[in-house]
């Protein structure tokens, strides 16, 4: 592997991991193998169930 080849694969994994696109990839591996019969969710669904479940888990807020 290049030099050149091994840097942009180094950059797009950074990148993936930045933005959270990686993360709903090891979701969706997860999801298949616990539960080989149920649909995958969208990335829609996935970020929503997140987001219900951060708020669901966080602290009241001051303000």
């Known amino acids: 592997m290049t030099v050149v080849r091994r840097a942009v694969d ?3 994994w950074y990148v993936r991991e930045l933005t959270g696109e990686a993360e709903y ?6 999801h298949r193998r616990h539960h080989p019969q149920a649909p995958v969710p ?5 970020q929503r169930m997140r987001t219900r ?7 009241g807020r001051c303000c």
């Open 10 to 12: 180094v950059l797009r």
């Open 25 to 30: 990839d090891r979701y969706c591996a997860r």
């Open 42 to 46: 969208t990335r829609r669904e996935y």
């Open 53 to 59: 479940g951060r708020e669901a888990e966080s602290p």
